[in-house]
């Protein structure tokens, strides 16, 4: 009796043990799997999982810090790989505007030609600041604004500011997060919504003295590195493509 006694607990505690290194097993593959999808980006993946590099990033410092500290040297070191392999990801995001390539730096200036210029902010989707953007916008005195990423709640501060230099605003605020609003200080003759990705494309034009200025104003990816650029640019002519279909 005895001996069966303790061979059910010597069998608890070897099944205590395999939970336990099965679940350290578990959360180290985890984290790095992580890290692989977020610097391999596959096409399954929406563009929106780019911001999540660096929170993620900085949740495997805490991590890592965490368990060395507890002595749990395997999923420190499990944290410390991913972190290594998160790191080609989030470089970019360190790098100088110089750094930029310089085909794309250009395009990236505000647009100014004649008597009309144009401005663009994403503003991001948790900005406790929004009444800084549009300040920034009025005071910039742009003939067109473009704004993305507005919630409804960012979209009635910003609007409420900006309706006193700008009458006309033209705005999408359907899929929480990815709203977009156009303001200009010329009426629009054209307003459409396109969707690419289930991300709205606002697509217009204004009439400015005799001549008429057409827009897109879209979501694209993150242009992080060459690849993010490209991948940008392919974005960019796809919604071309689908504003000369309407």
Same mark, same amino acid.
């Given at each position: 009796m005895r001996l069966m006694e303790q061979i059910k607990d010597a069998f608890h505690i070897f099944w205590r043990?395999?939970?336990m290194y099965t679940f350290r097993a578990i959360v180290a593959l985890l984290?790095?799997?992580?890290?692989i999808v977020l610097v391999i980006e596959p096409g399954w993946i929406v563009a929106a999982v780019d911001s999540l590099r660096i929170p993620y990033a900085i949740f495997l410092v805490a991590f890592v810090m965490f368990f060395f500290l507890r002595n749990n040297y395997a999923l420190a070191t499990a944290g410390g790989?991913? *972190?290594l392999i998160l790191a080609p990801g989030i470089w970019p995001y360190f790098?100088?505007?110089?750094e930029t390539p310089a085909a794309r730096k250009a395009e990236m200036q505000e647009v100014v030609a004649g008597d009309f210029s144009i401005l663009h902010?994403?503003?991001k989707e948790n900005n406790k600041k929004i009444n800084t953007v549009a300040e920034a916008a009025l005071e910039s005195d742009a003939t067109i604004v473009s704004m993305q990423e507005l919630k409804e709640t960012s979209f009635a501060i910003v609007d409420e500011m900006m309706r006193k230099n700008y009458p006309y605003v033209f705005s999408d605020l359907t899929v929480p997060g990815f709203g977009m609003a156009v303001y200009s200080k010329?009426?629009?003759?054209q307003q459409e919504v396109l969707k690419q990705n289930d991300f709205p494309i606002l697509s217009g034009a204004v009439k400015i003295g005799n001549d008429t *200025?057409?827009?897109l104003a879209a979501t694209t990816s993150t242009p992080t590195n060459e690849k993010g650029f490209d991948k940008q640019s392919k974005q960019d002519r796809k919604?071309?493509?689908l504003n000369s279909s309407h």
């Open positions: 043990w395999v939970e984290v790095i799997l992580v890290s790989i991913a *972190l790098k100088t505007a110089n902010f994403n503003v010329y009426p629009f003759i *200025l057409h827009f919604s071309t493509r």
